[in-house]
Antibody, heavy 115, light 108 residues
Framework: VLLLESGGDLVQPGGSLRLSCAAS????????MSWVRQAPGKGLEWVST????????YYADSVKGRFTISRDNSKNTLYLQMNSLRAEDTAVYYC?????????WGQGTLVTVSS | EIVLTQSPATLSLSPGERATLSCRAS??????LVWYQQKPGQAPRLLIY???NRATGIPARFSGSGSGTDFTLTISSLEPEDFAVYYC??????????FGQGTRLEIK
């Protein structure tokens, strides 16, 4: 299984960004997927999870209403649309397969929110 | 929200020694407790799931125990590659999925 994130960048506060996670080596549509982030020098924070079909989504309170998780099972790709970005959203964002634990993980993509 | 508290924050040991890391939950999580290892510049790696089951490819020196609110990750004899940060995570009552703040295992 390989998960490859992309889309991380430097963005101004209030801006938007879309992260992608391309998956291979698994039957993508059968697995829930998640985003987990890690601020510089800090611990892990769960961000969001989407069911295999995409019909159910879950969010941390810290991102609810600003971030949207989605997936395209025809493309084996997971997305995270991030709007109204804040400085505290600065982190490495990892995608991971969610099967009652996070395994495996991608290598992460860095999002920096700064003016 | 279930809060996970890990102790100690930092553990300084030598190779060959035994490491004992603790994770305490603010309410019972049954056996739905997971441990990860993270090395600098790398993504976390699954070590233990459901409190005591080693993930695929994890050496037998890693073991997990506990249930309810108190959990332990034990490394029986430290190898140089084991020095890293360890996180616990619960899936008993989510959302949210929550992590502990981590224990840094450093070489003494």
């Amino acid at each position: 299984v390989l998960l490859l994130e992309s889309g991380g960048d430097l963005v101004q506060p209030g801006g938007s960004l879309r992260l992608s996670c391309a998956a291979s080596g698994l039957t993508f549509s059968t697995y829930a997927m998640s985003w987990v982030r890690q601020a510089p020098g800090k611990g892990l924070e769960w961000v969001s999870t989407v069911s295999g079909s995409g019909g159910s989504t879950y969010y941390a309170d810290s991102v609810k209403g600003r971030f949207t998780i989605s997936r395209d099972n025809s493309k084996n790709t997971l997305y995270l649309q991030m709007n109204s970005l804040r400085a505290e959203d600065t982190a490495v964002y990892y995608c991971a397969v969610w099967n009652s634990n996070f395994d495996p993980w991608g290598q992460g993509t860095l999002v920096t929110v700064s003016s | 929200e279930i809060v996970l508290t890990q102790s100690p924050a930092t553990l300084s040991l030598s190779p060959g020694e035994r490491a004992t890391l603790s994770c305490r939950a603010s309410q019972s999580v049954s056996s739905y407790l997971v441990w990860y290892q993270q090395k600098p510049g790398q993504a976390p790696r699954l070590l233990i799931y459901d409190a005591s089951n080693r993930a695929t490819g994890i050496p037998a020196r890693f073991s997990g125990s506990g249930s309810g609110t108190d959990f332990t990750l034990t490394i029986s004899s430290l190898e140089p590659e084991d020095f890293a940060v360890y996180y616990c995570q619960q899936r008993s009552d989510w959302p949210p999925i929550t992590f502990g703040q981590g224990t840094r295992l450093e070489i003494k």
